[in-house]
């Protein structure tokens, strides 16, 4: 297997498997995707929309019912996995538990009939990368998350593979070490200068680590673009909630007021962004909590609302709003009591306008 | 100022003896009652020759009759190679059937029936179908793969046969329940370091089987070592398959030498000790640890 390729694509791969009352499920519909080298892509979406799916098809461990894999100009989804020499990293690590750390990550060179003194140095090397040089000698049940996290990660990449695979890898571990790892794994994918596809359902992990995001929702692709795209424009409603809009609501289209577009409700009237074409006047705005601020009354995108629940949280609070139009979710600094009433607005810039009614 | 004063309490009394302990009582006298009394009597019953003697002259007797001390290698010969056809074909038959599936749950149902059948009933339908004229020895001889006449009873054939047809089931339920203990993301992840089916079977599932295959041996071997039925029902129990059980049995019941029986089972007990013990210090040779991959 080759050690660099130019573009891995991904042809309407498709898997659809059996329930337990023998109906065909789709878990991944067409997934059509071009990978570059050296990219880093995240696959970003809620458990069961078939993003593991999609992995563990890339990786050979699932077969396809339908599409194709390419290489550059080799067909690779007709190969068992170990003829693709992809590295996977799995959710739980998956390390033999009987080998030690050193022979764990030299599996890979020793299945590849490499000469055991070179496999130790190479196994060195990447366990230096991923800094646990002193750990090699032991178990991986006498292993932290962390380090068995790192064990993990040296083992798919000591075979310098075309394309590492990671499944959802810092779902175990304690908030601090996740954060301190997305850093570790974008250092890693860097320097090897490979391409990575990182499934996850973190939004913020997705965010900070990927080149391009692919939004996936019931085994379908909803968006594929750079992460500042994904969070600026959703491509759709299910996108935008996804990204943390949680606030959706009806309104009533008025007008195009220069680039952005005026819609009404109960006697709110907003200035949005629209995210596309309209075919009718029923329209469904989308607003994140943490773009809601408080205003003095009449000012642009100002309503007034009254709270109904607030959620202490240090630097800010979660607060629960009535608003003329509906309910809304807010983050707000500064102190907040129930029953207050209150003035929030939200920049048009942040205001997204979405055709139809909210599904 | 003042000093705060403690109280003056007196010490709390010696903490009564806790007396739950005493419900470990009945199954104590169970244990004492039903398995250590009976031994230590046969113990000390061995020493007590029927004729008089030394202390050790049924011993003596044992391994000097040669109608007597052949019947160790006689069941050794039984126990075995059935030990390691019911282990060995039991890796391969659970791994096939490792993942949850309708053909797990048939096969598995199959191979209990032997198990709950009994050796009596099985040697009874082996009797009659390996017999000369049984249905396999007719099959034989219709599709001509063999002209000679087919003997697997009375013989040490149809005791190993039906030493494999009550432990195969026994051997590959326990190895089941191990290989399914084994996290196949293990193998997966073999798989993508390039690991071929053989070698995750070779480097990951064998090696994380080897102590409960051990233990599976152990169990499997003491089962057949103490072969009785089928060996008088379908063996020949004067000469083949004269095992170490029949001898005991003859000393008892037909030489009503209960002294020299006791010694026997002694014997008995001795070997299948020495066997067992041999194959549970080659576990400190294996990984025993936990079987899965990590957290999660």
């Known amino acids: 297997m080759k050690h660099q390729f130019d573009e891995l694509r991904l042809d309407s791969v498709s898997r659809s498997f059996m329930n337990a009352e023998g109906q065909a499920v789709a878990a991944l519909r067409g997934l059509a995707l071009n990978i570059q080298r050296g990219e880093f892509i995240a696959l970003l979406g809620p458990s069961g929309c078939g993003k593991s799916t999609a992995l563990n098809c890339i990786a050979g461990l699932q077969p396809l019912t339908g599409g194709q894999i390419w290489l550059d100009d080799q067909r690779i989804d007709v190969l068992p996995p170990e003829k693709r020499g992809f590295g996977m990293v799995f959710q739980n690590y998956a390390l033999f538990p009987h080998m030690s750390v050193l022979d764990n990550v030299g599996f890979g060179l020793k299945m590849r009939g490499i000469a055991k003194s070179e496999a130790a140095r190479r196994a060195y090397e990447a366990l230096q990368m991923v800094q646990l040089i002193g750990q090699e000698k032991k178990l991986p049940g006498q292993l932290s998350g962390g380090q068995q996290q790192r064990v993990a990660i040296a083992r798919a990449i000591v075979i310098e593979p075309s394309l590492v695979l990671m499944d959802e890898p810092l779902s175990n571990l304690d908030t601090k070490l ?20 990182y499934v996850t359902h973190d939004q913020d992990e997705a965010l900070s680590m990927a080149d391009r995001i692919v939004v996936m929702r019931e085994g379908s692709v909803q968006q594929v673009a750079s992460p500042k795209e994904i969070y600026e424009r959703p491509g759709n409603l299910h996108v935008a909630r996804f990204l943390g809009y949680r606030n959706v609501a009806q309104f009533t289209l008025e007008g195009m007021q220069g680039e952005g577009v005026a819609v009404s409700s109960d006697g709110v009237r907003l200035i949005g962004m ?81 055709d139809g009614e909210a599904p | ?126 009797l009659t179908y390996f017999g000369p004229n049984g249905w396999f020895s007719q099959a034989v001889h219709g599709l001509h793969l063999y002209s000679d006449e087919v003997r697997l009873t009375h013989n040490y054939w149809g005791v190993l046969i039906s030493l494999i047809v009550s432990g195969f089931p026994f051997a590959f339920l326990l190895t089941l329940s191990y290989v399914t203990g084994i996290d196949p993301t293990l193998a997966r992840a073999a798989a993508t370091l390039g690991a071929s089916p053989w ?58 030498d209960y002294s020299l029986a006791s010694a026997i089972a002694m014997v008995m007990g001795f070997v299948q000790l020495l066997v067992v013990a041999g194959m549970l210090s080659t576990r400190r040779f294996f990984y025993t640890g936990p079987v899965t991959g990590g957290k999660g």
């Open chain 1, 178 to 197: 996740r954060i301190e790892m997305r850093a570790e794994i974008r250092r890693i994918h860097s320097q090897l200068g490979r391409a990575t596809i």
């Open chain 2, 1 to 126: 100022m003042s000093s705060p004063t403690l109280p003056n309490a007196p010490l709390p009394a010696a903490v009564p003896r806790d007396a739950k302990a005493w419900l470990v009582s009945p199954a104590l006298i169970f244990i004492l009652a039903l398995f250590v009394y009976p031994f230590v009597y046969g113990l000390v019953l061995s020493f007590q020759p029927m004729n008089g003697g030394s202390a050790f002259a049924n011993y003596i007797a044992f391994f000097t009759d040669t109608a007597m001390w052949p019947t160790i290698i006689v069941t050794l010969k039984l126990a075995v190679p059935a030990t390691i056809i019911n282990v060995g074909l039991s890796v391969p038959v659970a791994f096939a059937l490792r993942r949850n599936s309708p053909y797990q749950k048939f096969v598995t149902t199959l191979l209990v029936i032997p198990v709950t059948l009994g050796t009596v009933l099985i040697a009874d339908g082996m």
């Open chain 2, 199 to 256: 070698e995750q079977f070779r480097q990951i599932y064998l090696p994380l089987l080897m102590p409960g295959l051990t233990m599976a041996a152990c169990l499997s071997f003491v089962q057949a070592f103490s072969v009785f039925p089928s060996a008088v029902l379908l063996g020949a129990p004067a000469g083949p398959t004269r095992v170490i059980s029949i001898a005991a049995a003859e000393a008892a019941f037909e030489s009503y």
């Open chain 1, 274 to 354: 629209p995210m596309a074409g309209f075919d009718s006047k029923r329209v469904s705005v989308a607003m994140r909590p943490e773009d809601l601020e408080r205003a003095a009354p009449g000012a642009e995108n100002a309503f007034d609302a009254e709270v109904l629940t607030v959620e202490y949280g240090g630097h800010d609070s979660l607060i629960r709003v009535k608003a003329a139009f509906g309910n809304l979710w807010a983050r707000v600094t500064g102190d907040v009591a129930v029953g207050e009433p209150i003035c929030l607005r939200v920049p048009p810039s942040r205001t997204l306008v979405y």
